[in-house]
């Protein structure tokens, strides 16, 4: 494919759709919503209206440093606080589906729904790639950016209309085209990460504490996996608990579990055979973390597993 000519049908397209209105888009710092964010403003310029949504479920320090990575590429993005209205909507779900369309509803309707009525955009962008189509359809794993194809139809339920320029890539696709218009390799090569987050991560139900619990593990896994070269890597928190001894009492600790895969677009996975004295150190930076007395590193390949566990 001949990228630079895919980037300008997508600007050509935009400008297109979009005439003299405004459209929205909540960009994560991923490679699929920075792609389109880049794609969009250079289409519409100031009738782009980019938001960072903080939905409780972020990394650790992510909405700061994806607002000032984008400031520093001369595209200005708002930062909203909607911390309150995810944990609400989580409030008690154990269910995978549950928690997945919990935080699909408070993201289109409660929190796209007042910045729609505030800016008066017409338009919501979606960073929404031909993997995810494609396992929602099939009942693999529902993405929550899939609207339209699952039945839900945006402008009648939202009150706007979405456009989707990446639907026909992969996610290889996605990182040639963030070459083609210029992105830093930070931006092109990122690992994926959810749409829901930190709630992918958590089996069970997703609390604050339970949050602050993954955010820590995820922190080290990145630090300790980012020189493998692997497609994606991850911390999950379990719903079990387990026996441990912690300074010399008995305790009933948490699990995290620990994995790291190749893949070129997420339609299978296979994991990577770490040295030994790499899972040695994760398990002992991770098993510090309060409460957390087990570290375990999965293997299964996709399929039978998928690559996230939520």
Same mark, same amino acid.
């Given at each position: 494919?001949?990228?630079?000519?895919?980037?300008?049908?997508?600007?050509?397209?935009?400008?297109?759709?979009?005439?003299?209105?405004?459209?929205?888009?909540?960009?994560?710092?991923?490679?699929?919503?920075?792609?389109?964010?880049?794609?969009?403003?250079?289409?519409?310029?100031?009738?782009?209206?980019?938001?960072?949504?903080?939905?409780?479920?972020?990394?650790?320090?992510?909405?700061?440093?994806?607002?000032?990575?984008?400031?520093?590429?001369?595209?200005?993005?708002?930062?909203?606080?909607?911390?309150?209205?995810?944990?609400?909507?989580?409030?008690?779900?154990?269910?995978?589906?549950?928690?997945?369309?919990?935080?699909?509803?408070?993201?289109?309707?409660?929190?796209?729904?007042?910045?729609?009525?505030?800016?008066?955009?017409?338009?919501?962008?979606?960073?929404?790639?031909?993997?995810?189509?494609?396992?929602?359809?099939?009942?693999?794993?529902?993405?929550?950016?899939?609207?339209?194809?699952?039945?839900?139809?945006?402008?009648?339920? #939202?009150?706007?209309?979405?456009?989707?320029?990446?639907?026909?890539?992969?996610?290889?696709?996605?990182?040639?085209?963030?070459?083609?218009?210029?992105?830093?390799?930070?931006?092109?090569?990122?690992?994926?990460?959810?749409?829901?987050?930190?709630?992918?991560?958590?089996?069970?139900?997703?609390?604050?504490?339970?949050?602050?619990?993954?955010?820590?593990?995820?922190?080290?896994?990145?630090?300790?996996?980012?020189?493998?070269?692997?497609?994606? #890597?991850?911390?999950?928190?379990?719903?079990?608990?387990?026996?441990?001894?912690?300074?010399?009492?008995?305790?009933?600790?948490?699990?995290?579990?620990?994995?790291?895969?190749?893949?070129?677009?997420?339609?299978?996975?296979?994991?990577?055979?770490?040295?030994?004295?790499?899972?040695?150190?994760?398990?002992?930076?991770?098993?510090?973390?309060?409460?957390?007395?087990?570290?375990?590193?999965?293997?299964?390949?996709?399929?039978?597993?998928?690559?996230?566990?939520?």
């Amino acid at each position: 494919m001949d990228y630079k000519a895919f980037v300008a049908d997508q600007i050509a397209s935009l400008k297109k759709d979009v005439g003299q209105g405004v459209a929205i888009n909540a960009l994560s710092g991923g490679v699929d919503s920075s792609v389109v964010t880049v794609l969009a403003h250079r289409a519409l310029g100031d009738r782009l209206k980019t938001v960072f949504i903080d939905s409780a479920l972020m990394r650790e320090g992510e909405p700061q440093r994806v607002v000032k990575t984008f400031a520093d590429l001369g595209i200005p993005v708002r930062l909203v606080d909607a911390r309150a209205d995810f944990l609400k909507a989580l409030k008690g779900l154990t269910d995978p589906e549950e928690k997945r369309n919990a935080v699909t509803k408070t993201f289109y309707s409660t929190v796209f729904g007042r910045l729609v009525r505030e800016t008066g955009a017409k338009f919501l962008l979606h960073g929404t790639i031909l993997t995810d189509i494609e396992e929602t359809v099939a009942g693999i794993k529902r993405q929550h950016n899939i609207l339209s194809q699952v039945g839900i139809d945006p402008q009648k339920e #939202y009150g706007y209309k979405v456009l989707e320029p990446l639907m026909t890539l992969r996610k290889d696709g996605v990182r040639e085209v963030a070459k083609a218009l210029g992105l830093p390799p930070e931006i092109a090569q990122r690992i994926p990460f959810p749409g829901p987050a930190l709630a992918t991560r958590v089996v069970g139900e997703v609390t604050e504490e339970r949050l602050a619990v993954v955010r820590v593990a995820t922190t080290i896994v990145e630090e300790e996996l980012k020189d493998t070269g692997a497609f994606q #890597y991850l911390a999950v928190l379990l719903n079990d608990r387990a026996t441990g001894i912690v300074e010399g009492k008995r305790e009933f600790g948490q699990i995290i579990v620990v994995r790291c895969l190749h893949s070129v677009d997420a339609r299978t996975a296979t994991s990577v055979d770490l040295p030994w004295e790499k899972l040695h150190r994760i398990c002992k930076r991770v098993t510090s973390i309060k409460g957390v007395n087990r570290c375990l590193y999965d293997i299964t390949p996709k399929p039978p597993a998928t690559i996230e566990y939520i």
